[in-house]
């Protein structure tokens, strides 16, 4: 794609209206002075010593894939096609080191956490040798230990160690502080890409969730999905990307389980109600330049049906941009502007097939954006897809 073209990116995930926040990136390949940016899911965070910097979720640029579908398991499946909004909440293993902040104690500011060696992006898995089961508690501990040493256990990579942490007194707040930022659960919403008709079993948003602090995948422990209501649009415009403004509706429908860094996946209770009967697997060597469809969600809150073009096709892509899309259907550019946040993962057909999801857009142009090969997807899946 030519360069001016590529412009800024960003992914387009609905952000939750209590702390939507956009994180920033580098874009491989471009100039410096080129970002690529996302919205993605917001997380809810707990904080140690003070208010806590926002979270930004960006995609995965990593992650290890499962055992490969073959040509014919991907043949022979079939899908119900998605475009219908989904909700995620989910809590991750221990809790994650976003920043700092000083301790103001008798003697002056302290940072007990940097003191003893911890550092951003560090798990920290277990206090004392009991699990840590979230913010809450590590916040628990750390005020009720009167001083004495804690020893942690982190994860810091691939590689596991042992800090001890002394926390200290903070005579204004009459509690032990650490001088940490930590982040344990999130919340977000997505777009369905496609649900196994059989098992419920389903993938979405075509990128992976990550934290845009430590720019890794969020290392979920467990997810629930929930229905979700779209209010409103706001329409996008060169340097100014769209969104899906929307909110949880009550209740549980599925269980997140998967989160790669070509989308999340899981089930679903109750197979949702389709706008079309299954259709097949459209496999990276049958995508063609030319005409497509999406499926999304506006605010009518009905599956609809949007023309597109794809172009620039890179069938050795593993990731999740994988050729071009741009929007020409003149409804819902009248609505949207073109690709706005919370349209990642709206499935893509072609020829009678589904062959991907979108996944970006273009902030210098909201017509045109990227999608995500469903081979891609379905081979993150593993077993749940076959």
């Not at 140690?48 to 055992?67: D, E, H, K, V």
């Not at 589904?354 to 210098?364: K, S």
């Amino acid at each position: 794609m030519n360069q001016r073209r590529i412009g800024k990116l960003l992914c387009c995930v609905l952000l939750t209206t209590a702390i939507a926040f956009t994180g920033v990136i580098s874009a491989a390949g471009q100039s410096t002075s080129e970002k690529e940016r996302n919205a993605t899911s917001v997380a809810a965070f707990s904080m140690i010593t003070n208010t806590a910097p926002p979270l930004r979720l960006q995609p995965s640029r990593t992650s290890t894939p499962l055992p490969a579908l073959s040509p014919e398991q991907l043949q022979g499946l079939l899908l119900y096609p998605g475009g219908m909004p989904f909700g995620v909440k989910f809590y991750t293993e221990g809790v994650t080191v976003v920043g700092f902040c000083d301790v103001e104690t008798a003697n002056g500011k302290v940072n007990p956490a940097a003191e003893a060696g911890l550092k951003p992006k560090d798990r920290i898995l277990s206090v004392n040798g009991q699990p840590l089961t979230g913010a809450a508690q590590l916040t628990e501990w750390i005020e009720n230990s009167n001083g004495a040493c804690l020893t942690l256990l982190c994860r810091r990579g691939d590689a596991e160690l042992e800090i001890r942490l002394t926390p200290a007194y903070c005579p204004a707040e009459s509690r032990y502080k650490t001088g940490i930022w930590v982040r344990d659960s999130g919340a977000g919403i997505g777009t369905v890409t496609f649900i196994l008709p059989e098992s419920g079993a389903f993938a979405g948003l075509g990128h992976g969730i990550c934290d845009g602090d430590t720019r890794e995948l969020v290392p979920m422990k467990r997810g629930t999905v929930a229905d979700v209501t779209i209010s409103s649009v706001v329409k996008g415009a060169p340097g100014a990307p769209g969104e899906l403004k929307g909110y949880f509706n009550a209740g549980k429908v599925g269980t997140l389980l998967g989160n790669s860094a070509c989308g999340v996946w899981g089930l679903f209770t109750e197979v949702p109600e389709c706008t079309s009967e299954p259709l097949p697997v459209g496999l990276r060597a049958e995508v063609t330049e030319g005409e497509a469809t999406i499926l999304c969600t506006l605010d009518s809150n009905k599956v609809g049906s949007y023309e597109v073009r794809l172009s620039n096709i890179n069938r050795d892509a593993e990731g999740s941009k994988c050729f071009t899309v741009t929007v020409t259907d003149p409804d819902l550019l009248a609505i949207s502007g073109g690709i706005v946040q919370g349209m990642s993962g709206s499935p893509i057909i072609q020829d009678g097939k589904i062959v991907g999801a979108v996944t970006h857009v273009l902030i210098n142009d909201p017509t045109t954006g990227y999608g995500i090969f469903l081979e891609n997807m379905l081979n993150q899946m593993g077993d749940l897809a076959s």
